[in-house]
């Protein structure tokens, strides 16, 4: 084939030239995203529980669903969080399971339990997660002068300016956000909703001898809604419909009311005002409030083409909208823009390296031309195979373009070294081609399956990573098998092309360069290692008990520490304060830090996001988004906040998390190291606060080493009806529960709905505290009499869970232990004993047993590729002995990489993992052709020693020039900073330390063994 391809360079180059247009074509039409576009086996059901407390919520609505809910096929775990109004269902299925059907089923089962559930429950939400469905970033909306009293802590007191920026970002940002084609969603937070409030005046309502329910009535009989009828009049039929009488609320107050024998309006006893709505979450930009819109990118869009639309759409907000203020935070896309040049720059810098290395080996600037060749050509090549193959280009794919780029400059270097050392040895240009890249071949193709053998089993790593790590073994196996042929088809002819004139003609100071003589010390070398062969054993023997040494040492985790420039403060002030109050509070602790912010966000309360899964906040809750000016600022600022919590306010709970990135959300371990699930023994019983408060003061006291928070816990004021008086004063329980509701301004009697809002109406009081409310009330009986409302009631405090966790086996309390995982097992015996007595259960989590569940699926992994990797080297080498001699290697480049890992600081996470399967695959590539040549020598007549001198010496060139070239692409990712850095530092640390040990290991190692495994017996070297 080399042959003939090398005869037809025209054919050759039209070929390749049809390709590369085909795949720049095809890198136009390729989705370009964040993240592949893989479907969570996660979903999450939402439930909204108004009105009902805390233990109400878990008893009623939570526990019967959950019954429902085990019964969900492929279901691996089932989490449930309930607080006042609020909870949420965290279900994971089966890694494989089809999350579509899953989706039905989940569905089913509410379906099931609605027939459990409270008849005027909502029914739960259910919702899916896909990776597409991280937002791109958040787009947050502020009027430009300002409009909120930060001080103010009542929670109504919201200008009118901002009730319109609310409705101005729902109805026009938004819509314009979602217009646009690689736009799935713009989802709205922060947004201020009105109602018509009603306030009847007291004094006139007993004049006249009215009472509240007059005013309800007349509301309901005025807002009816009739419906439509349908009429025939002779051959025709006509729809009648009834307008509706509300519609504004100039509407309402003209509604009529009738008092004994006077006729009156509802204005002239009671003010009708439009006010904000009860909030129960707001957001804050730079410290004012604003509207947030998460921004998510359509499944199949390309992300370069959706940041231009929104960048020329921002655009036009800021000329168009001159008083207001758009702030893009929580940017995605310059993880993709870092990746894209990270490639670029990786192109360039091992393009640049690899023509100073081959020009100083091969001493001729024509040589290294060729890579500039063949790796575009491979490159453009392989994104024509992703639009084949359905893969898009996002970080995981264009990784995996870049981790292959080191093996696909090997490929070219090696058929191009070996084309010259056959023209070194007398043949023919033609020839030294033919031959040459003949003789290579098979172990390139080896070398190609090899790597793809070590590398593809990581797509069975369980979870969400294997699913992801799927586009980047295919970027990876794309690019080797693509860089294979190109450089047994390409390079060979454009060679002939090149050097198609004199040989011997060096170009540009190729003749004074002279260096070292490399070629006399590796036979020195490698004599002394053949001579000394007990000592150089136990030494290569040595490493490999290192490695395990280093093995024990490292830490290990999912993914890099990274230095972030931002974080998220998440808190709980445990105080009984409103959305206000927590927003006054929470830009206060932002002041302490004002110096080093750059950008900021508070989300306080609730959230309206559709999308956010966790949302379910209470009013005392907040999350702020901090970004610094840089890294450095970060450990300050933690420093004074928590300063500020231990002067000012040292109930409050709060932690530190990274920011939402798509690295983070999908790969980061956010559970505690170790966590106690304390249960009682009748599961179904539930669990009490006080009997849980006292029993971890107990186990505080028991083990001084840890110090337990105490139980986050709301304080309830509960009212009770007395029932005996109720029916002494004639009163129904229906309207005392309707005046209460009215006095705290939140009974809704109706609503008015057309084509361009919803507005509910309520029946409203006073604002004025609350004891005074309800000492100076008064509720009418049946007999027409007025009875004070406290006559009736009986109040008191009481206290429970502020979240109410549930799993499998019913409720349960998470005991949180920092501990290093050489304690584990002491805590957990110890634990266990103390709860026997109490009677209590317990079951273990935590990322301790994650991050050694990933270790344990690594090691396995790694078996299988080895068992791969055996197969195809016996099949390579015709032989089940040779292989041991690449497999034994294995171990000792892997201890190099431990080694230096641990020398520097770093941890064995996925990136160092795919580092040293990546520096595997580039020194196996050697050791197969070096034992490759070996044998053909042997075939040839040469004598074992003769071969392993002569192989060495003709193999020893492209390694060397592989190794420095991939070690010196490597080494800037040591020395500059950035999060992109910090996580390719740790890949990089790997294949430098791999590739240095692995070198030697190459040279010396190989030859050693395969003599021992192959010299003849009673036969000593002279």
Same mark, same amino acid.
């Given at each position: 084939?080399?042959?003939?391809?090398?005869?037809?360079?025209?054919?050759?180059?039209?070929?390749f030239?049809?390709?590369?247009?085909?795949?720049?074509?095809?890198?136009?039409r390729l989705p370009?995203?964040?993240?592949?576009?893989?479907?969570i086996p996660e979903?999450?059901?939402?439930?909204?529980?108004?009105?009902?407390?805390?233990?109400?919520?878990?008893?009623?609505?939570?526990?019967?669903?959950?019954?429902?809910l085990?019964?969900?096929?492929?279901?691996?775990?089932?989490?449930?969080?309930?607080?006042?109004?609020?909870?949420?269902?965290?279900?994971?299925?089966?890694?494989?399971t089809?999350?579509?059907l899953?989706?039905?089923?989940?569905?089913?089962?509410?379906?099931?339990?609605m027939?459990?559930?409270?008849?005027?429950?909502?029914r739960p939400?259910?919702?899916?997660?896909?990776?597409?469905?991280?937002?791109?970033?958040?787009?947050?909306i502020?009027?430009?002068?300002?409009y909120?009293?930060?001080?103010?802590?009542?929670?109504?007191?919201v200008s009118?300016?901002?009730?319109?920026?609310?409705?101005?970002?729902?109805?026009?940002i938004?819509?314009?956000?979602?217009?646009?084609?690689?736009?799935a969603?713009?989802?709205?937070?922060?947004?201020?909703?009105?109602?018509?409030a009603?306030?009847?005046?007291?004094?006139?309502?007993?004049s006249?001898?009215?009472?509240?329910?007059?005013?309800?009535?007349?509301?309901?009989?005025?807002?009816?809604?009739?419906?439509?009828?349908?009429?025939?009049?002779?051959?025709?039929q006509?729809?009648?419909?009834f307008?509706?009488?509300?519609?504004?609320?100039?509407?309402?107050?003209?509604?009529?009311?009738?008092?004994?024998?006077?006729t009156?309006?509802?204005?002239?006893?009671?003010?009708?005002?439009?006010?904000?709505?009860?909030?129960?979450?707001l957001?804050?930009?730079q410290?004012?409030?604003?509207?947030?819109?998460a921004v998510?990118?359509?499944?199949?869009a390309?992300?370069?083409?959706m940041?231009?639309?929104?960048n020329?759409?921002?655009?036009?907000?800021?000329?168009?909208?001159?008083?207001?203020q758009?702030?893009?935070?929580?940017?995605?896309?310059?993880?993709l823009?870092?990746?894209?040049?990270?490639?670029?720059?990786?192109?360039?810098?091992?393009a640049?390296?690899?023509?100073?290395?081959?020009?100083?080996?091969?001493?001729?600037?024509?040589?290294p031309?060729?890579i500039?060749?063949s790796?575009?050509a491979?490159?453009?090549?392989?994104?024509?195979?992703?639009?084949v193959?359905?893969?898009?280009?996002?970080?995981?794919?264009l990784?995996?373009?870049?981790?292959?780029?080191?093996?696909?400059?090997?490929?070219?270097?090696?058929?191009?070294?070996?084309?010259?050392?056959?023209?070194?040895r007398?043949?023919?240009?033609v020839d030294?081609c033919?031959?040459?890249?003949?003789?290579?071949?098979?172990?390139l193709?080896?070398?190609?399956?090899t790597?793809?053998?070590?590398?593809i089993p990581?797509i069975?790593?369980?979870?969400?990573?294997?699913?992801?790590?799927?586009?980047?073994?295919?970027a990876?196996?794309?690019?080797?098998?693509?860089s294979?042929?190109?450089?047994?088809?390409l390079?060979?002819?454009?060679y002939?092309l090149?050097?198609?004139k004199?040989?011997?003609?060096r170009?540009?100071l190729?003749?004074?360069?002279?260096?070292?003589?490399?070629?006399?010390?590796?036979?020195?070398g490698?004599?002394?290692?053949?001579?000394?062969?007990?000592?150089?054993t136990?030494?290569?023997?040595l490493?490999?008990?290192?490695?395990?040494?280093?093995y024990?040492?490292?830490?290990?985790?999912k993914?890099?520490?990274?230095?972030?420039?931002?974080?998220?403060?998440?808190?709980?002030?445990?105080?009984?304060?409103?959305?206000?109050?927590?927003k006054?509070?929470?830009?206060?602790?932002?002041?302490?830090?004002?110096?080093?912010?750059?950008?900021?966000?508070?989300?306080?309360?609730?959230?309206?996001?559709l999308?956010?899964?966790?949302?379910?906040?209470?009013?005392?809750?907040?999350?702020?988004?901090?970004k610094f000016?840089?890294s450095?600022?970060?450990?300050v600022?933690?420093?004074?906040?928590?300063?500020?919590?231990?002067k000012?306010y040292?109930?409050?709970h709060f932690d530190?998390?990274?920011?939402?990135?798509?690295?983070?959300?999908?790969?980061?371990?956010?559970?505690?190291?170790?966590?106690?699930?304390?249960?009682?023994?009748?599961?179904?019983?539930?669990?009490?606060?006080?009997?849980?408060n006292a029993?971890?003061?107990?186990?505080?006291?028991r083990f001084?080493a840890f110090? !337990?928070?105490?139980?986050?816990?709301? /304080?309830? %004021?509960? $009212?009770? +009806?007395?029932?005996?008086? &109720?029916?002494? =004063?004639?009163?129904?329980?229906e309207?005392?529960?309707?005046?209460?509701?009215?006095?705290?301004?939140?009974y809704?009697?109706?609503?008015?709905?057309?084509?361009?809002?919803?507005m509910?109406?309520?029946?409203a009081?006073?604002?004025?505290?609350?004891?005074?409310?309800?000492?100076?009330?008064?509720?009418?009986?049946?007999?027409?009499?007025?009875?004070?409302?406290?006559?009736?009631l009986a109040?008191?405090?009481s206290?429970?869970?502020?979240?109410?966790?549930?799993?499998?086996?019913?409720?349960?309390?998470?005991?949180?232990?920092?501990?290093?995982?050489?304690?584990?097992s002491?805590?957990?015996?110890k634990?266990?004993?103390f709860l026997?007595?109490?009677?209590?259960?317990?079951?273990?989590?935590?990322?301790? !047993?994650s991050?050694?569940?990933?270790v /344990?699926? %690594?090691? $396995?992994? +790694?078996?299988?590729s080895l &068992?791969?990797? =055996?197969?195809i080297l016996?099949?390579?080498?015709?032989?089940?002995?040779?292989?041991?001699i690449?497999?034994?290697?294995?171990?000792?480049?892997?201890a190099?990489?431990?080694?230096?890992?641990w020398?520097?600081?770093?941890?064995?996470?996925?990136?160092?993992?795919?580092?040293?399967?990546?520096m595997?695959g580039?020194?196996?590539?050697d050791?197969?052709?070096?034992?490759d040549?070996?044998?053909?020598l042997r075939?040839?007549?040469?004598?074992l020693?003769e071969?392993l001198?002569?192989g060495?010496?003709?193999?020893?060139?492209?390694?060397?020039?592989?190794?420095l070239?991939?070690?010196?692409?490597?080494?800037p990712?040591?020395f500059?900073s950035?999060?992109g850095?910090?996580?390719?530092?740790?890949?990089?640390?790997?294949?430098?330390?791999?590739m240095?040990?692995g070198?030697?290991?190459? +040279?010396y190692f190989?030859? &050693?063994?395969? =003599?021992?495994?192959?010299?003849?017996t009673?036969?000593?070297?002279?």
């Amino acid at each position: 084939m080399v042959k003939f391809l090398v005869a037809r360079p025209i054919a050759v180059s039209m070929t390749f030239l049809a390709f590369i247009i085909m795949g720049s074509f095809a890198m136009t039409r390729l989705p370009v995203s964040l993240m592949p576009d893989v479907a969570i086996p996660e979903m999450t059901v939402k439930i909204d529980g108004k009105d009902m407390p805390v233990r109400q919520l878990q008893n009623g609505v939570v526990r019967p669903l959950r019954r429902q809910l085990m019964q969900t096929p492929h279901l691996k775990s089932l989490k449930s969080e309930a607080r006042d109004e609020s909870a949420v269902f965290h279900l994971e299925f089966e890694y494989g399971t089809n999350v579509d059907l899953a989706f039905i089923d989940v569905n089913e089962k509410i379906d099931r339990a609605m027939n459990f559930l409270p008849d005027d429950l909502p029914r739960p939400r259910v919702i899916k997660a896909r990776a597409s469905d991280i937002p791109v970033f958040y787009l947050n909306i502020t009027a430009k002068e300002a409009y909120l009293n930060a001080q103010s802590s009542k929670t109504r007191e919201v200008s009118s300016r901002f009730v319109e920026l609310s409705n101005f970002a729902e109805r026009v940002i938004r819509k314009r956000l979602e217009q646009l084609p690689e736009v799935a969603i713009a989802d709205v937070s922060g947004t201020v909703n009105t109602e018509i409030a009603i306030i009847p005046d007291k004094q006139k309502l007993r004049s006249l001898n009215m009472h509240y329910s007059d005013i309800e009535t007349a509301i309901h009989a005025n807002n009816l809604k009739l419906g439509t009828i349908v009429v025939k009049d002779g051959i025709y039929q006509y729809n009648l419909r009834f307008d509706k009488t509300l519609n504004s609320k100039e509407d309402i107050e003209k509604i009529t009311l009738k008092a004994g024998n006077k006729t009156l309006e509802l204005q002239e006893i009671a003010n009708v005002k439009v006010r904000p709505a009860k909030r129960s979450g707001l957001v804050t930009s730079q410290g004012q409030e604003a509207v947030s819109l998460a921004v998510i990118k359509k499944s199949g869009a390309r992300m370069e083409d959706m940041q231009q639309s929104l960048n020329t759409l921002i655009k036009n907000f800021h000329a168009k909208y001159p008083n207001l203020q758009f702030q893009v935070i929580r940017d995605q896309t310059k993880l993709l823009d870092y990746s894209i040049h990270n490639l670029g720059n990786t192109l360039l810098l091992g393009a640049i390296l690899a023509f100073v290395i081959m020009f100083l080996f091969l001493r001729d600037i024509r040589t290294p031309l060729l890579i500039g060749i063949s790796i575009p050509a491979s490159l453009i090549i392989s994104i024509l195979l992703f639009h084949v193959f359905g893969i898009s280009v996002n970080i995981i794919s264009l990784s995996g373009l870049v981790l292959g780029l080191g093996m696909m400059i090997d490929n070219s270097i090696i058929v191009i070294d070996n084309i010259t050392q056959y023209i070194d040895r007398g043949h023919s240009l033609v020839d030294a081609c033919i031959q040459a890249t003949n003789e290579v071949i098979r172990p390139l193709l080896s070398s190609v399956l090899t790597t793809c053998a070590v590398f593809i089993p990581l797509i069975f790593i369980s979870g969400l990573a294997g699913a992801l790590f799927y586009d980047q073994a295919m970027a990876v196996a794309i690019g080797l098998f693509i860089s294979f042929f190109v450089s047994i088809t390409l390079v060979p002819v454009y060679y002939k092309l090149v050097f198609r004139k004199d040989r011997e003609k060096r170009i540009w100071l190729g003749k004074q360069v002279k260096g070292w003589n490399y070629y006399s010390s590796y036979e020195k070398g490698l004599n002394n290692v053949l001579r000394h062969r007990s000592v150089m054993t136990g030494i290569f023997l040595l490493i490999v008990v290192g490695g395990l040494f280093f093995y024990r040492a490292i830490d290990k985790e999912k993914i890099p520490q990274i230095k972030h420039n931002e974080m998220f403060v998440s808190l709980q002030w445990n105080d009984k304060i409103n959305v206000a109050e927590n927003k006054r509070r929470s830009l206060m602790l932002l002041k302490q830090i004002d110096t080093l912010i750059e950008q900021t966000s508070v989300y306080a309360g609730s959230q309206q996001y559709l999308m956010n899964l966790n949302n379910i906040n209470a009013p005392n809750a907040s999350k702020i988004y901090i970004k610094f000016q840089d890294s450095k600022s970060v450990k300050v600022a933690r420093q004074n906040i928590r300063t500020f919590f231990r002067k000012n306010y040292p109930e409050a709970h709060f932690d530190f998390l990274p920011p939402e990135n798509v690295f983070e959300l999908l790969f980061s371990e956010d559970k505690p190291p170790l966590v106690a699930r304390i249960m009682p023994y009748e599961k179904e019983q539930g669990l009490d606060y006080s009997q849980v408060n006292a029993l971890l003061h107990q186990t505080d006291n028991r083990f001084d080493a840890f110090n !337990f928070s105490a139980v986050p816990a709301r /304080e309830h %004021i509960e $009212i009770a +009806l007395d029932a005996e008086r &109720l029916k002494i =004063y004639d009163i129904k329980r229906e309207q005392v529960i309707n005046k209460l509701r009215t006095l705290f301004n939140e009974y809704q009697v109706s609503d008015i709905k057309n084509s361009r809002h919803f507005m509910p109406i309520v029946l409203a009081h006073s604002q004025e505290p609350m004891f005074n409310l309800i000492n100076q009330a008064k509720i009418k009986n049946e007999n027409k009499q007025y009875i004070p409302l406290k006559e009736v009631l009986a109040i008191r405090y009481s206290k429970d869970f502020k979240t109410i966790t549930s799993g499998e086996n019913g409720e349960y309390y998470p005991l949180v232990f920092h501990v290093e995982k050489e304690k584990v097992s002491d805590v957990q015996r110890k634990i266990e004993n103390f709860l026997a007595r109490k009677a209590y259960d317990v079951t273990w989590h935590g990322s301790i !047993f994650s991050t050694q569940q990933m270790v /344990e699926e %690594i090691l $396995i992994i +790694l078996l299988i590729s080895l &068992l791969l990797l =055996y197969f195809i080297l016996a099949s390579q080498f015709e032989s089940l002995s040779l292989p041991f001699i690449v497999l034994l290697e294995v171990p000792m480049d892997i201890a190099g990489a431990l080694f230096l890992l641990w020398l520097m600081g770093e941890t064995l996470n996925i990136m160092s993992l795919i580092g040293i399967i990546v520096m595997a695959g580039i020194i196996i590539n050697d050791s197969i052709l070096k034992i490759d040549t070996i044998n053909r020598l042997r075939y040839k007549g040469y004598t074992l020693t003769e071969s392993l001198f002569i192989g060495g010496k003709r193999r020893l060139k492209p390694i060397l020039m592989t190794s420095l070239t991939t070690i010196m692409a490597m080494l800037p990712f040591l020395f500059i900073s950035g999060m992109g850095s910090d996580l390719q530092r740790p890949l990089a640390v790997a294949v430098i330390g791999g590739m240095a040990i692995g070198t030697f290991v190459s +040279l010396y190692f190989i030859p &050693l063994f395969y =003599y021992l495994l192959k010299r003849p017996t009673q036969k000593s070297l002279h």
